[in-house]
């Protein structure tokens, strides 16, 4: 945001000086800074720098960001005279399972053990959930999120591809040196996630050199994911070529359809050696030679068996490897399901809430791409919402493989859905002359939903 010179960093500036056409008045601006710690925090997130520089680590760089980001925003707000937060039906529904998992702590197999997880996981995933959701406001901020995240991918996937071959015939390659990424399943999740943004970058990029530039990413990407050899992975891949094929064909774009698909062919004969074996044991659950399929078979199966013996009260937040040593023997593993992670530690009250904000996020961002379809002005706030839905679909299959129920993974994503609303409401404002109305909900009706005011109606 730009600032008139003299004016102190910390002072958001008000806009009130100008309306939209329809006498739409403009909100005060939020300051920058939040913003930015934001974005900062991610880079740290994904890349992990204090890894790779000595000092930093003792420095706790992301713990500093975070907690700037969440301070200038909190101050923000109070200068402006504007709520912390935008209530939404996301954010009562990840408040209500916060409470619940703070409720059944007094319950759970170890309290201890799920306070150790509620604030070292669970409590930072869903601050991170109301920051971003809160922050991001303007089609440039979610814009610029876009590109950070495809931009912070490659080198993941470059190092996905580095370790390749030396690591091909000695085991699987290992992961990127971060939290998020350390092992190649939770490597493939990841670019997975981000691989939708890529491609909405590339559909509305004009410029041949900066859509080349993306093309090759994308191609990077998905390579990358390949080579992990995560059979989850791979379905979370085809999952988001289904929907994007699907997506391509109903806005008539044919021809990266088709060249989608004559590329998908083109690498078959591409794919590693093993690769297409490794596949087969999805469904040949016995021909894995490594076991891991056999054992989180069994994992599940006696996930189900806690779960329906404890419908209400589970094992309490993150003890579901507890829960399960009791049934399958002292393994120390969690189950490699998310749903199945919810059912066991907060019961089915938890299942249900963490469903229903997972539908309610896709809800949202599939809301906001269908009310822009009419809009040539909000083609890219189109394109990027049917990202996101295209990512939280991703993820709602990817988690049936993962154990990562409480992490940044998913709560990353559903707040940039509940901001893909909130950029709606302002840009629609600017595309249709402030004509953006409310539902009774409080969401944002599209312009197809207003009246036609040349007709009179």
């Not at 992961?175 to 490597?187: E, F, I, K, S, V």
Request: hydrophobic letters at 50%; one cysteine or more.
């Amino acid at each position: 945001m730009a600032h008139s010179a003299g004016a102190e960093w910390w002072r958001p500036q008000l806009s009130g000086t100008t309306a939209p056409r329809g006498g739409a008045s403009v909100p005060a601006q939020d300051s920058a800074v939040p913003f930015k710690a934001l974005i900062v925090f991610t880079f740290i997130l994904l890349l992990s720098p204090q890894t790779f520089i000595p000092g930093l680590a003792r420095a706790h760089i992301a713990l500093l960001t975070g907690v700037l980001a969440v301070t200038a925003h909190c101050w923000s707000r109070f200068m402006t005279r504007q709520p912390m937060i935008r209530f939404t039906r996301e954010i009562w529904l990840a408040a209500a399972l916060l409470g619940l998992a703070v409720v059944t702590i007094p319950m759970s197999e170890w309290p201890g053990g799920s306070v150790g997880v509620l604030l070292d996981v669970f409590l930072k995933a869903l601050i991170i959930f109301w920051l971003l959701s809160n922050t991001v406001t303007t089609l440039r901020q979610l814009r610029t999120v876009a590109w950070s995240m495809t931009l912070m991918a490659a080198p993941l996937a470059v190092t996905a591809l580095r370790h390749f071959p030396s690591q091909h015939g000695a085991g699987r390659i290992v992961g990127y040196d971060a939290p998020l990424t350390q092992n190649p399943n939770d490597l493939a999740l990841m670019l997975n996630l981000i691989l939708p943004m890529v491609v909405a970058l590339f559909l509305v990029s004009r410029r041949p050199v900066v859509r080349g530039f993306l093309g090759g990413l994308i191609v990077l990407d998905a390579s990358a994911i390949v080579v992990t050899f995560s059979r989850g992975g791979f379905l979370t891949l085809a999952t988001i070529v289904v929907l994007y094929l699907r997506t391509l064909l109903k806005g008539r774009e044919l021809k990266w359809a088709v060249a989608a698909l004559v590329l998908a062919l083109a690498a078959v004969p591409l794919l590693p050696p093993g690769y297409l074996e490794r596949l087969g044991t999805i469904t040949n659950i016995q021909a894995d030679e490594t076991r891991s399929a056999q054992t989180r078979s069994r994992d599940m199966q006696a996930a189900l068996t806690f779960t329906l013996s404890h419908p209400l009260t589970g094992a309490g937040l993150g003890m579901n490897i507890l829960a399960l040593n009791e049934i399958r023997g002292p393994s120390w593993q969690p189950v490699h399901n998310v749903y199945l992670e919810y059912a066991v530690d907060l019961g089915w009250p938890g299942l249900g809430l963490f469903l229903l904000l997972l539908a309610s996020c896709i809800r949202s961002a599939a809301r906001v791409r269908r009310r822009c379809g009419d809009l040539p002005a909000l083609r890219e706030l189109s394109a990027l919402a049917e990202a996101i839905r295209i990512t939280l679909v991703a993820f709602a299959v990817a988690a049936f493989f993962y154990p990562v129920a409480y992490h940044f993974y998913f709560y990353y994503f559903a707040a940039l859905a509940v901001a893909a609303g909130a950029v709606y409401e302002t840009e629609g404002q600017a595309a249709t002359g402030g004509l953006v109305r409310r539902s009774p909900r409080g969401e944002p009706l599209g312009p197809h939903l207003l009246p036609n005011m040349d007709r009179g109606t």
